[in-house]
């Protein structure tokens, strides 16, 4: 299963910044936080990924807090093609295995014109 | 950028029939994956694959399945004798080594009548 919990679904006004959060309160040391999103029939796109630090990137940041057990996903400028469901993954990174993602049910974010 | 490929986009079958669905992964790496969803519902891990064998299979990667790197650019997962219940998305996956991000095609949508 998972070990992740997301809200079912979000709403987000188009130009807005859309903030999806995601709890992890069991996480391990050595698991990262990814997050993917999924658009409607397409493959899951990879976003953005982090271990402790806050990381941005061209297309969104994470902000985890300090004790690691919740993140927030942060699209700056939601257009109406950042429509998706989002998934928010723990993984673990262990050397010398490669490791499935296990996905949930994520959030599926709505952006209204 | 280089991305995941996967042919063909559509494949329509009979129950009972053979398929064979093709990815080409990104040419620097060297860890495949499979994963299907079925229509509604998660995006589930079938197979890992590296060092032209398998790493890792769910429960749901069965007798009925198997996976071949024919050559040095193709990752094949083949289902013998399909049910209806293997009508889904299958999307194939990559990453340059077991710990890093895995970055995905744009799926096959297989129907079985």
């Known amino acids: 299963d998972a070990k992740t919990t997301q809200p079912t679904s979000m709403d987000c006004a188009e130009g807005r910044a859309a903030n999806l959060p995601c709890n992890h309160s069991t996480i391990s040391g050595n698991e990262y936080v990814y997050w993917y999103r999924q658009i409607h029939s397409q493959g899951p796109q990879y976003i953005i990924h982090g271990l402790k630090n806050n990381e941005t990137n061209e297309m969104a940041s994470l902000i985890i807090t300090e004790d690691r057990k919740s993140s927030t996903l942060i699209l700056p400028h939601a257009t109406l093609r950042d429509t998706a469901v989002y998934y928010c993954?723990?993984?673990?990174?262990?050397?010398?295995?490669?490791?499935?993602?296990?996905f949930g049910k994520g959030t599926r974010l709505h952006i209204l014109p | 950028e280089p991305e995941v490929t996967q042919t063909p986009s559509h494949q329509v079958t009979q129950m009972g029939q053979e398929v064979i669905l093709r990815c080409v992964p990104i040419s620097n790496h060297l860890y495949f994956y499979w994963y299907r969803q079925i229509l509604g519902q998660k995006v589930e891990f079938l197979v890992s694959f590296y060092n032209n064998e398998i790493s890792e299979k769910s429960e749901i990667f069965d007798d009925q399945f198997s996976v071949e790197r024919p050559d040095g650019s193709n990752f094949t997962l083949k289902i013998r004798s399909t049910k209806l219940e293997d009508s889904a998305m299958y999307f194939c996956?990559?990453?340059?080594?077991?710990?890093?991000?895995?970055?995905f095609g744009p799926g096959t949508r297989l129907l079985v009548l």
């Open positions: 993954i723990v993984r673990a990174t262990s050397m010398n295995r490669d490791d499935k993602i296990i």
């Open positions: 996956a990559s990453s340059r080594d077991g710990q890093e991000t895995q970055y």
